[in-house]
């Protein structure tokens, strides 16, 4: 383990709005521990009005802002321009370390650049895999290819953090913390009303709520459109659900959902909603369906059971805890299962009584702890006593 620079701030990196949800705890633990100035926001607008409007829901104002993203440019430029401009950040300012967060071309931006300048790196939401470098593409390489360069590495769970040192990592520089998910619900629960308000779609009080999203780019083309049907189906059984769909910003996801969908009885297909909103409809949700991670993360916390539309999974503890199923991308394999958790009360009962496998509102402390012994030289960096701990298994998240 090499010794840490010391004298720079510290870096929150973050450019999407799912970064801001889980560096927004992390910012606030480090600047209660090591005051507001040593700790700064550095934004690369990967996700310009999305990171920014989520900034402003948390108070965040950041310290650094990267030029904008062009409209229409690739994700190669977007990482060429990100890198060039830290770069250019690090020689002016020389941060003292650089906090990136899960498996966006911003996190491995951000870190690419730290490493190549010698700044070192804390990864949160480390040791993450799918093992098939392909799905979900580009996220399984960029995660990898950020943990191979991070210093320290705050895995979300106790199977997370056992994955890295299976595969090489020094086991005292890799930590169980938590996910930071969670303490960003707790934050949110306790937003004053007026910074947590937000207009929701109506839904009759009768109804039961299946809130989905879905938007990965393995699933475009063929696979949405099979998504797409059994939602029709799944409405047409059961006709006291409402389905709540925020449509992805993405041309093709646009497309394809509002062609198959926009007619359909008891299917509201809104925009994308604000983080605020969309956690108010996963407290009100009977169910949800997804091929979001962090929805994954976050339904649990709430008690919804959650069926997980992808063929593969790095968030494997929801399934093993019995929250959430991985049921792929088939239609009538969506439809049947949908259908068990919809037509049998002591189904979904089973499956919302559950422990929450992805923390306990105390990552971000453990991390901010863990960067401070790191940066004083402190060993063991973070102690096992700290650590977060829930049972667990080490299954595959085969489907």
Known sequence: MRLPRLGGPIWVVAGTRPEV????????????????????????????????????????TADHRLQERADGGS??????????????????????????QGDTASTFAAAFSAFHADIPVAHVEAGLRTDDIHDPFPEEAYRRMTDAMADLHFAPTPAAAERLIAEGYNEEVVFSTGNTAVDALQMIDQMEPGRAATELPEIPEAARLVFVTMHRRESWGSVLEELCGAIRDIVSQFQDIHVVLPVHVNPTVQETVTKALRNVPRVILTPPLDFVACHMLIRKSHLIMTDSGGITEEAPSYNVPTLVLRNTTERPEAIDAGYARLVGTDRQRVVAAAGEILGNASVHLQMKSRENPYGDGHASERIALGIERFLTHQAPILPPSEQFRRKHKNNSAAA
């Open 75 to 100: 994700i190669t430029e977007f990482n060429i321009r990100v890198i060039r401009q830290l770069t250019e950040l690090q020689e002016k300012i020389r941060p003292g370390l650089v906090v990136v």
């Open 21 to 60: 949800i889980k560096q927004a705890p992390v910012l606030g633990s480090a600047r209660a521990r090591f005051g507001h100035d040593a700790v700064q926001w550095v934004s690369t607008h990967q996700h310009l009005q999305l990171e920014t409007d989520t900034m402003a829901r948390f108070g965040i």
